[in-house]
């Protein structure tokens, strides 16, 4: 079996794609740490080109102080085997000093669909995210790049950052990948104990609970406080948001109707897990 070569620089990077352009090429921004979703992000961007770059990059900026950026999980090796079965066609891993050399001074400042929920929580998150996200896509200039429905929020602060950018990529969404129980596939489930795993897959039960909950005629508040309830009751330390927004523009949602997103996070432990369903 023949692993995805790597290369740790943009000039590498560039040099890698240029043969590639004809046929087009595209991106998958990654953290590495690479599960079942991450693979279908590969899937998806093959049914448009057999040319996929993935990124595995730990941003740094967007962690902050206390989070996990020191402890969250690195295994190149491991990725490189798990994209292989995928077919991906090359990794870019590059170096802190790569992607933010000395004297680093930009960064962009997202606002539009990244005011509120996560941003309430981690103010730092998305501009960190859109710093690097328009990095990367400025290096690689890819004619798509695919991003997990599983991050809601930044799916469409990328989708924001493009469009206002004017990068001339189409960024393609793509469902989210679920354990057997339903638990939404995130590197940070390897963090779960066996019994606050157990814990785990009841979140995306009660956020379908909230869904039948509204579409019986509950108001936006009742439901969100049987589902906040709930998810206390089976186990979750807090939530931190049980939101309703609008799915396209993610302005608040004060009544059901139009195509909505339910975005939860709640934390077990040490561990923060996010989830999003459509109403
Ligand atoms: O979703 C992620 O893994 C990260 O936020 C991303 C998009 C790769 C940026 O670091």
Same mark, same amino acid.
């Given at each position: 079996?023949?692993? =995805?070569?790597?290369?740790?620089?943009?000039?590498?990077?560039?040099?890698?794609?240029?043969?590639?352009?004809?046929?087009?090429?595209?991106?998958?921004?990654?953290?590495?740490?690479?599960?079942?979703?991450?693979?279908?992000?590969?899937?998806?961007?093959?049914?448009?080109? =057999?040319?996929?770059?993935?990124?595995?990059?730990?941003?740094?900026?967007?962690?902050?102080?206390?989070? $996990?950026?020191?402890?969250?999980?690195?295994?190149?090796?491991?990725?490189?085997?798990?994209?292989?079965?995928?077919?991906?066609?090359?990794?870019?891993?590059?170096?802190?000093?790569?992607?933010?050399? $000395?004297?680093?001074?930009?960064?962009?400042?997202?606002?539009?669909?990244?005011?509120?929920?996560?941003? $309430?929580?981690?103010?730092?998150?998305?501009?960190?995210?859109?710093?690097?996200?328009?990095?990367?896509?400025?290096?690689?200039?890819?004619?798509?790049?695919?991003?997990?429905?599983?991050?809601?929020?930044?799916?469409?602060?990328?989708?924001?950052?493009?469009?206002?950018?004017?990068? =001339?990529?189409?960024?393609?969404?793509?469902?989210?990948?679920?354990?057997?129980?339903?638990?939404?596939?995130?590197?940070?489930?390897?963090?779960?104990?066996?019994?606050?795993?157990?814990?785990?897959?009841?979140?995306?039960?009660?956020?379908?609970?909230?869904?039948?909950?509204?579409?019986?005629?509950?108001?936006?508040?009742?439901?969100?406080?049987?589902?906040?309830?709930?998810?206390?009751?089976?186990?979750?330390?807090?939530? $931190?948001?049980?939101?309703?927004?609008?799915?396209?523009?993610?302005? =608040?949602?004060?009544?059901?109707?139009?195509?909505?997103?339910?975005?939860?996070?709640?934390?077990?432990?040490?561990?923060?897990?996010?989830?999003?369903?459509?109403?």
């Amino acid at each position: 079996m023949t692993y =995805p070569p790597v290369v740790t620089t943009v000039a590498e990077l560039r040099h890698m794609l240029m043969p590639w352009r004809k046929d087009g090429v595209a991106l998958v921004p990654t953290m590495g740490a690479l599960h079942d979703g991450h693979l279908s992000l590969v899937e998806a961007c093959k049914k448009k080109t =057999p040319h996929v770059a993935v990124s595995i990059f730990v941003n740094p900026t967007q962690f902050a102080p206390h989070e $996990d950026f020191n402890s969250y999980p690195r295994d190149l090796e491991a990725d490189r085997a798990r994209l292989t079965s995928v077919g991906a066609s090359m990794i870019f891993a590059p170096t802190a000093k790569e992607m933010y050399p $000395d004297g680093f001074a930009t960064t962009l400042l997202m606002k539009g669909p990244a005011a509120g929920l996560e941003t $309430d929580f981690r103010p730092h998150f998305f501009d960190g995210v859109a710093t690097v996200v328009a990095k990367l896509l400025i290096a690689a200039m890819p004619d798509w790049a695919a991003f997990g429905e599983k991050d809601y929020q930044q799916l469409l602060v990328v989708k924001r950052l493009a469009l206002d950018l004017a990068l =001339p990529v189409e960024i393609l969404p793509v469902a989210i990948a679920r354990e057997a129980d339903g638990l939404a596939m995130s590197s940070r489930n390897a963090y779960l104990t066996p019994a606050e795993r157990q814990i785990a897959g009841k979140l995306n039960r009660v956020m379908k609970d909230v869904i039948a909950l509204l579409e019986r005629g509950a108001s936006i508040a009742e439901a969100q406080t049987l589902g906040t309830t709930a998810l206390k009751a089976a186990g979750f330390d807090s939530v $931190d948001y049980l939101a309703l927004r609008d799915a396209a523009d993610f302005t =608040p949602v004060t009544q059901t109707g139009a195509p909505a997103r339910l975005l939860a996070a709640a934390r077990i432990g040490k561990t923060r897990l996010i989830d999003n369903m459509a109403v």
